[in-house]
């Protein structure tokens, strides 16, 4: 199992229970670094996989490629347990299954993450917050690094971490606005009855301070809004 560098499977009409033994194959993606950790890894995307993602997986603790189980229909919870793939520098996507419960914080020491984190789908049903431990994937930039779309999250985005989220929060993608004003900002606009005001230009699309809702002015380090 400690040859086995990578698992290549997606978009193969793969249906069941993800195999508990996946966990032995401990060296999947060993030594994919920069773009080459896309593309190495147990990549079991799009196929037909239900049921829960065994913890037995975390027994992939020195992966160092891509996590990909997108477009499954896989359910229950996310697994703690998958923290412990800390070396892993490609994507981790659980995307487009029918997951539920809330994010797990050990997800946050997956810090060699450079490509992509994504939990998005309509399908999910997580909810509670966005972990700050997620700040510690500081190695993912742009605005889809982190794309948590669809879920029923809520609260407030941890400083320093710009997600795309969507859902409960009424189209909104990108937060680079600080957390606790843009929540004020909703919680005026829907308690006011935003809707029916005579001028409101731009509000509740995109980001306030990247958008220009009306009346709301942005500090230019963007950490205050006035």
């Known amino acids: 199992t400690g ?8 978009s193969n009409g793969l249906s ?29 995307q799009h196929n037909s996989f239900n049921g829960a993602i065994p913890t037995e997986l975390g027994g992939m603790s020195v992966m160092a490629g891509s996590f990909r189980l997108e477009a499954n ?42 490509v992509g984190f994504d939990l ?31 879920d029923a999250l809520t609260g407030c985005v941890p400083d320093g971490l710009a997600v795309r989220m969507g859902g409960t929060t009424t189209g909104i993608n990108l937060f680079p606005t600080p957390c606790p004003a843009f929540f004020g900002l909703v919680d005026l606009y829907k308690q006011t009855t935003g809707a029916s005001w005579s001028s409101k230009t731009s509000w509740m ?8 809702w009306l009346g709301v002015h942005c500090a230019s380090d963007r950490k205050s809004v006035v």
């Not at 993606?29 to 190495?40: N, Q």
């Not at 309509?122 to 605005?143: Q, W």
């Open 205 to 212: 699309v995109g980001d306030p301070c990247e958008n220009d």
């Open 120 to 150: 998005a789908g309509a399908a999910h049903a997580l909810t509670g917050t966005i972990p700050t431990e997620l700040t510690l994937l500081s190695h993912l930039t742009g605005t889809t690094a982190i794309d948590v779309s669809g």
């Open 3 to 10: 040859l086995t560098q990578s698992l290549k499977l997606q």
């Open 73 to 114: 229909s896989l359910t229950k919870s996310i697994p703690t347990a998958l923290g412990v793939m800390s070396n892993m520098a490609g994507v981790f996507s659980l995307e487009s299954n029918t997951l539920t419960g809330s994010i797990p914080t050990q997800l946050g020491t997956m810090s060699g993450l450079s």
């Open 16 to 44: 069941g229970g993800l195999p508990t033994q996946l966990g032995r194959l401990t060296s999947l993606g060993e030594g994919a670094g920069g773009d080459a950790a896309e593309a190495f890894g147990l990549l079991l």
